[in-house]
């Protein structure tokens, strides 16, 4: 796993799970099989680090505190675990298909899942996920949708795994936390080769706060949008957030077949 940039700088928001039975349970509940590739972003002192060990993963953890990242290299000298000190932010991802068990930084939870989502063609399979309950809520909300989730629906479901108290944590955060769930998607709704494009279609969608029929009125005629609507189950009036991923995917299809 190569990493572009170094940083020396403690990730804000980062605290840590308590109990190591309750790390086991998420490890267990994630489905993770011997011989699997594991990252653990934000790894801290190891806690998701050794169940994921002890089910035979191939654990790779970035863990961005140099004090942190040399500790782990001591605890876990005698197992086959890479300790990689970097910031997820600016990290490559492997190559090869890979999961992700997490206790995500607060602080740094949308970017590095930005990072991880942005682009489908990273080989990322599934994740769990801590971050906070309000962002898991938010992006797995079915309605207001947002811009993000409705693109990362494209080829991955999102779903809350389970909701752990800020107690759970050392130091405790202000809120609880939620175990966000993404699973790829074995059929995807764009194909991954269009996602810039699909991108700039949400985009232009969302930042507009109008209806679709007068955000894309130079991508689509408002007589098609009526005449698609109904089809899709949706309202021409309707705004970006009203609309789900495979509404979204449907229009965007339609937009690609017109310009071809």
């Known amino acids: 796993m190569a990493v572009r940039q170094r940083s020396t700088r403690v990730a804000r928001g980062q605290h840590f799970l308590r109990s190591s039975r ?40 970035l863990e961005l505190d140099p004090a942190l990242a040399e500790q782990l290299r001591r605890r876990f000298a005698r197992r086959q675990v890479a300790v990689i000190e970097a910031d997820a932010r600016r990290s490559e991802w492997p190559r090869e298909p890979f999961s992700v068990i997490a206790n995500l930084p607060f602080a740094g939870s949308l970017e590095i899942l930005g990072r991880l989502l942005g682009d489908p063609r990273v080989p990322v399979r599934a994740a769990d996920v801590i971050v906070q309950w309000e962002l898991a809520a938010k992006q797995t909300a079915t309605w207001p949708a947002t811009m993000r989730a409705t693109y990362w629906r494209a080829w991955f479901d999102l779903s809350i795994a ?68 109904p089809a899709l189950g949706f309202d021409p009036s309707s705004y970006a957030r009203d609309l789900d991923p495979r509404q979204w995917a449907a229009l965007h299809a339609f937009v690609e077949a017109r310009g071809r």
Request: some cysteine; glycine content about 8%; overall charge positive.
């Open 22 to 61: 309750l790390a086991a349970d998420l490890v267990r509940d994630a489905g993770v099989a011997p011989g699997d590739l594991v990252l653990d972003i934000g790894a801290g002192t190891g806690v998701l680090t050794r169940p994921l060990l002890d089910v035979g993963a191939r654990v790779v953890a």
């Open 162 to 229: 389970g909701r752990l108290s800020r107690t759970a944590f050392a130091p405790p955060p202000g809120v609880d936390a939620a175990v966000l769930r993404i699973t790829r998607r074995p059929c995807p709704l764009v194909p991954p080769g269009e996602h810039v494009r699909y991108r700039q279609l949400l985009e232009e969608a969302f930042r507009a706060r109008q209806p679709v029929s007068r955000a894309l009125r130079h991508r689509i005629t408002h007589r098609e949008l009526r005449r698609l609507a």
